[in-house]
C-alpha cells in the first residue's frame, strides 16, 4: 500500500531504537497531529529493556520489510551494511524510506537514485547532514546549480567539539578527544570522526544536492585532525584563525567542482568562526541569495529525531528529492586541477620540499613548529601523502577557491623568513 | 489548466517589473531547467523602458487573470490593494500564486487561506520574510507547534542598518537613516520600517506557520525605532548589547502565546548579536532541535527573487503551506498577560510613573538620559501609550519570555540607585 492510497497515514516499520529511535518514537507518540504510528521496530537485542511495549519489538526484518501494511521505513541502525540492505529491500517493494545513515548513502547513493526512480519510493536522508539543520533540503530546493557558488560547512560535530576545546582551553588532541567521548559528542570509536572520513561522506551527500555529483567519498580529498598540534591551533589564534575542520564545495570557472575537506584557518568575519563545540554551521553563497548561513545543533538523539520527524512529515505531501542537478554518468565533474593556499606544520623545515608548494609566501618558526604557508596546487596532495605523515599538519585557509589561477602561481615568491623564538 | 495537468510547466503571469520583477525575469532567463517561463508581464507605466521584449508587457490585469494558459501568477507589485485583489482573483481561478507583498499577506492571511482551500490553489510568501531566507518553509516543515518554544528575528533590513550604523559609528537616527536611503537599504517612506510595521507583518506571518495563529499585524504589540536615542545604543553597548528590533514569538506556560516587536537589547552570546546591516536573521528554539539560526540577506533584488524561485520550484512538486498548525477561529491564542524586562529612557524620571511597572529593577541617569530598567506587563504597555511619546524609549531585554511569572512580580523590589555623572 503506497502513501498515496492510504490517505497518508504513516504507517512506520522502525529499524534501531538507540537515541534517535527512541528519541523518534517518543515525539511521535507526542505529536498526533502528524498522523504517523509506529508499528513494528526491529532491534538486533530482543533483551534488552526499553522503554516501550515489548509487542512492538521484533528482531525479523522481514517482518517489517514484507508487511504491505507499512508503507514507510525509517532506518537508524549503527550498521552500515544491514542498513545498505534495508534501504534497498524497502525501495524495491516501493516502500518509503527515511535514514539517516551518512556512510550508507554515500557509498550507495547513484543506486539508491536508481531504485527510487524504477519503484517510484521516496528516500530521504536529511538527518544525515548536519542533523537538524535542513541543509539538504534547501540545496535541493533553494540554490540552482548555476547559482551556486560554494557550500562550506562544520559538519562533524566531534571534531568540532575537540577543536573547541584545544582552541579555547588550550587542551591537546587525545585529552579534548576523551573528553567528547566523555561528553556523549564522541563515539568510542572515533576513527570515522577524526580522520575526516565522516564530514568526506556528509561532502558527498551535499555534492550531489549542490551540484549533481555522485563521488564516492574516497573521491574527494580529505583528512582530519589527528595530526593537528595544540601549537597549530595557538599559532593560527595568534593570527586571528580559528581551526575547524571545513567540508568545501565550489564552483571553478571552467565549471568543475572543487570539493575537500581539511583542517582549516578560520578567520573572525566568517561565519564558520563562531561555530564552536558540538554546533554544526553550513554557508552557501549564491550569486541571487548572496551568502546565506545555517547553524543548528549537529548530533545527537533529539536534533537527529528532529530532521527524521521532518522528514516524515514531508512524506505526508509527498515530497522527494528530485535530483534535477544529477550530471549524466561520467561527466568528468569533479577536478583537482585548481589551487588553495595552505599552511603545512612541521617539526623541521627538511620534512618538506619546497617544490611541492606552486608559491611559497611565508616561513615562520618558533620553539615549538615550523610554518610554510603557500600555494599548492590539489591533484599534488592527492596523488602524494607526505603531508600525511605524523609530525606534519596541513591547514588550509578559508579563502575564495578561485582565485590562485596559474597566473598566481607563475608570479615571483614573496618569500619571508621570520624565525620566532617565543617560549 | 491547473499546474498538475501540465506536467508542471509553469505558465506564468508576473505583475510588477521593479527590481525584484526584473531579477526573477533575469534569472528564469538563465535557468532553463526549471521548467517555467514568464508569459505576461502586467505594469503601470507602459512607457517606462525595460530591458524585455516590449510584446511581453501590459498594462491589463485581466489579460493575465482570464489567460486559462496561465497557472501561476507571480505578484511583485508595490500596490497592497491592487496586490489583494491580483492574489484573491486568482486564487479563485485555481491558479497558484506566489507573492512577495508582506503586508497583503499579513491582512488577508485568513481569507486567504480559505479561498486555498475553496479552490485548491496553492499560494506561497517565502519572499515576504526575510527575503532569502526559508523560514516560513523551515517553521511550516520542521517544528511541530508543540514542540516549537520561541522564534526571535531581526526581520527588518532598513532598521537593522540604520541600528548597525547608530551603534558602530555612533551616528544619530536621523543620519543613519539618510544613509540607509541613499544606500538603497530604505524606502523613500520608510514609515513602515521604521516604526516597526513591517516588523509586525512579518510577525504575524510567522505566527501562522509557527503556531497556528492568524492575528492582525495590528494585535501584536510593537513598536519602531523612531524614539531611539544614540545615547541609548551607546548605554546598551557599555553594558555588552547591541540594539537591535527584534520580533519575538514565544510559548508562555498556558498554552498562550507571546508575541512583539520591539528595540531589544542583545546580548554577544546571542547569535542575533552578529546580525549587521541589512541582513536578517532568526533563531528558532525548539525542544527537539534545541537552538537553530538561519541567516542571510533580508531584502534587496536577487535576495528576494531568490525565494520567488525557490516558491516556484516547489510548486512544480505541488508544495503547499499545509496550514496543520491552524488554530480554531475564536480560540484565546495570542496574551497581553505575561510580563517582559524592559529598559526605559527618558529625559528625566519624572516622565515616568513608577507604578507602571511590576518591578523596578535598576535606575541610572547619566548627563544624557535616565535609564530605569524592570519588569512590566505586556498587557499594561498594550493599554497604554506613555511609553511611546517623544522623548522616551522603551528597549526590551532579550531573555525567555517566560521567566518573569507573579511570583517574580511579587518578589521585593531591589533598588539600585547609582547616580553616573560621566560626560
Known amino acids: 500500500m503506497s502513501i498515496q492510497n492510504s490517505n497518508k497515514e504513516l504507517i512506520i516499520g522502525l529499524f534501531g531504537f538507540g537515541v534517535v529511535g527512541g528519541s523518534l518514537y517518543k515525539v511521535l507518540k507526542d505529536t498526533p497531529g502528524l498522523n504517523a504510528r509506529i508499528k513494528k521496530v526491529c532491534i538486533r537485542n530482543a533483551d534488552k529493556e526499553r522503554d516501550a511495549p515489548a509487542a512492538l519489538f521484533t528482531t525479523d526484518a522481514a517482518a517489517i520489510l514484507d508487511d504491505e501494511s507499512i508503507n514507510v521505513i525509517v532506518e537508524l541502525t549503527s550498521d552500515a551494511d544491514a542498513a545498505y540492505h534495508i534501504i534497498a529491500t524497502a525501495l524495491s517493494r516501493g516502500k518509503a524510506v527515511v535514514t539517516a545513515g551518512k556512510s550508507t548513502v554515500a557509498a550507495h547513493l547513484p543506486e539508491f537514485i536508481a531504485l527510487q526512480r524504477q519503484y517510484g519510493a521516496p528516500l530521504l536522508y536529511e538527518a544525515a547532514c548536519c542533523a537538524s539543520i535542513p541543509v539538504i533540503r534547501n540545496l535541493e530546493e533553494y540554490y540552482d546549480n548555476d547559482l551556486l557558488r560554494c557550500v562550506r560547512g562544520i559538519v562533524n560535530g ?55 555529483s555522485t563521488v564516492q567519498p574516497g573521491q574527494v580529498l580529505y583528512t582530519g585532525i589527528t595530526n593537528l598540534h595544540t601549537a597549530d591551533v595557538a599559532y593560527g589564534r595568534q593570527k586571528g584563525y580559528d581551526v575547524k575542520l571545513v567540508a568545501h564545495a565550489g564552483k571553478l570557472d571552467d565549471g568543475r567542482i572543487a570539493a575537500f575537506v581539511l583542517p582549516t584557518f578560520v578567520p573572525q568575519d566568517s561565519r564558520l568562526y563562531g561555530v564552536a563545540n558540538e554546533y554544526n554551521g553550513v554557508e552557501i553563497e549564491s550569486s541571487l541569495a548572496d551568502r546565506q548561513f545555517f547553524y543548528g545543533k549537529g548530533a545527537g538523539g533529539f536534533p537527529t529525531a528532529s530532521a527524521v520527524l521532518s522528514d516524515l512529515s514531508a512524506l505526508r505531501y509527498d515530497y522527494r528529492y528530485e535530483y534535477r542537478k544529477l550530471q549524466p554518468e561520467g561527466a568528468v565533474h569533479v577536478s583537482a586541477d585548481y589551487y588553495i593556499r595552505v599552511c603545512i606544520s612541521c617539526n623541521g623545515l627538511l620534512q618538506v620540499r619546497h617544490s611541492e608548494f606552486a608559491r611559497i609566501d611565508e616561513w615562520v618558526s618558533n620553539k615549538q613548529r615550523c610554518y610554510i604557508s603557500g600555494i599548492i596546487q590539489i591533484s599534488r596532495l592527492a596523488e602524494s601523502d607526505w603531508w600525511r605523515q605524523e609530525g606534519i599538519s596541513l591547514i588550509a585557509y578559508l579563502e575564495c577557491i578561485e582565485q590562485y589561477g596559474p597566473e598566481a602561481v607563475k608570479a615571483e615568491s614573496d618569500w619571508i623568513h621570520e624565525e620566532v623564538y617565543a617560549d
Not at 177 to 200: H, S
Open 158 to 212: 566531534s571534531t568540532n567539539y575537540v577543536l573547541t576545546r584545544m582552541s579555547r582551553d588550550g587542551a591537546s588532541f587525545s585529552d579534548a578527544l576523551q573528553e567528547a567521548q566523555q561528553a556523549g559528542f564522541a563515539e568510542a570509536d572515533p576513527a570515522l570522526d577524526i580522520t575526516g572520513a565522516d564530514a568526506a561522506n556528509k561532502l558527498a551527500i551535499l555534492l550531489t544536492h549542490a551540484y549533481g
